[in-house]
């Protein structure tokens, strides 16, 4: 049986998270391997990616760090944290956290040491989460409105992190 669109979109969830994490060397292969199946599945998702990569061949690591630090560590409005775009510190933050936890635990899926409200641990789980009525309901109702929050944040054509947000906001909307 062949995936229909939206179940291969799924298939890139892990490549966003890798590149929406604190950078390593990996990010250079990942996003090359994210814009070619990209390329193939929705062309406009790919073209949203173009700014990412003409940062990845104009900049080494050390600088992709310092702008990754200076986009989601210290502007609020791009924290990488699901739960502080839907809750901010509010009690019902902790109470989101616990309940993914316990998601994660269920399927046998760790946050490792990161929060398990991290945008990028959140699409691991959901790249390696069956399909379950839960899964359209995290997309829909925390991960969607997060990004809308986070894109928001950004001034127009100013980070690269930007274009990738969009793109994986798109990427999302498939699923939907």
Known sequence: MEKSLGQKMEDLYPFFAEILEYPTRSVYEVF?????????????????????????????????????????????????????????????????????????????FSAGRELPDNLAVILRFLGRCPEIEEKDELIRECLVPALDRMISGFQEGSNPYRGVLRALRRVLDFRL
């Open 32 to 108: 090359d391997d994210l814009i070619c199946l990209l390329w193939h599945l929705d062309r406009e998702s790919a073209g949203m990616l173009g700014n990412f990569d003409s940062l990845l061949a104009e900049v080494p690591l050390t600088g992709l760090e310092e702008i990754y630090t200076g986009t989601f560590d210290l502007q609020p409005a791009c924290y990488p944290y699901v739960g502080h775009h839907l809750f901010g510190q509010e009690a019902r933050r902790g109470d989101f956290m616990a309940g993914l936890k316990k998601r994660y635990l269920a399927l046998g």
